[in-house]
């Protein structure tokens, strides 16, 4: 077994744990390491990996949520449907809608055409740049929406359409857009990001099993092993980043990120060009 590819994987998991929940976009940080660092591994696996490896960032907000996201509870020893529970399922899978279909028609042609470093640093730059109005425009203001239960379906729906952008264009930053789309509807930060971690979990493990039936079972022991390391460590990070920007967001805005965004998509798209 090739060692080197196992500390490869657990570093592509530290990066996944933490561009995963940030407004960063994953899939930027993830082409860039890829330039440095690149496990010996088959194109086919490498592909099924990048998407995979989100299954352990999404382990984490079933952990840390679970007690919003399961949706029975025990009363007089009887198993019951928790109030609100019904509303917060349908509201998250009408949000998944618009990029469940895309991803289903559309997966193949997307990772052909807009998989590529110009696409992923315009979509850096570009959110990174809305960002900054969105929050400025916002500044002093009371967000309309606090609960989830205030969320309507056409919000939701809303939402899921810039959630779209992002499945569409690489870079984007799956957190980012759902995220941008909240705080334009009205939607606190708190909530616009615990939105955005529960629409990660159908589409996050649809995603994977959608990769996985492409790609069949025929795993070596190998690949098995570079799947799982990157998984335990980019769940690991997971739990402590969402913790850190759930504390996080409480005092300060995102304006930082969007910074961030701008700069790595100039280094990025500079990067490219030059080598």
């Not at 009363?75 to 998944?96: F, H, N, P, Q, R």
């Not at 992002?166 to 957190?175: D, E, H, L």
Request: overall charge positive; glycine content about 8%; some cysteine.
């Amino acid at each position: 077994m090739n060692l080197l590819n196992l500390f490869f994987s657990a570093l592509f998991g530290i990066v996944e744990g933490i561009t995963e929940w940030l407004p960063i976009s994953s899939t930027g940080h993830m082409i860039l390491l890829n330039e440095f660092i690149q496990m010996d591994v088959r194109k086919e696996f490498w592909d099924l990996f990048l998407v995979v490896i989100q299954l352990g960032a999404i382990l984490a907000v079933v952990l840390l949520y679970w007690g919003k996201l399961f949706p029975f509870t025990v009363k007089e020893k009887k198993l019951k449907v928790k109030d609100g529970a019904i509303s917060m399922w349908a509201k998250i899978l009408v949000a998944c809608i618009p990029a469940a279909v895309v991803g289903l028609l559309f997966d193949d042609l997307i990772d052909q055409y807009f998989y590529n470093y110009i696409t992923v640093s315009l979509a850096l730059i570009i959110f990174g740049i809305l960002y900054l109005i969105i929050e400025t425009k916002n500044k002093g203001k009371e967000a309309k929406i606090n609960e989830l239960s205030e969320l309507s379906y056409k919000n939701a729906l809303l939402i899921g359409l810039f959630q779209l952008i992002a499945a569409i264009f690489p870079g984007t930053s799956r957190s980012g857009a759902t995220i941008v789309g909240g705080l334009m509807l009205g939607l606190s930060r708190t909530l616009a990001a615990e939105f955005t971690f529960f629409l990660a979990v159908p589409v996050m493990f649809g995603a994977s099993l959608l990769k996985i039936l492409k790609f069949g079972l025929s795993f070596t022991a190998a690949e098995a092993a570079i799947l799982a390391v990157g998984l335990i460590v980019a769940f690991a990070v997971s739990v402590l980043v969402i913790k850190f920007l759930m504390g996080y967001i409480k005092k300060h805005d995102f304006k930082v990120f969007g910074w961030y965004r701008i700069v790595l998509g100039i280094l990025v798209l500079a990067y490219f060009l030059i080598f």
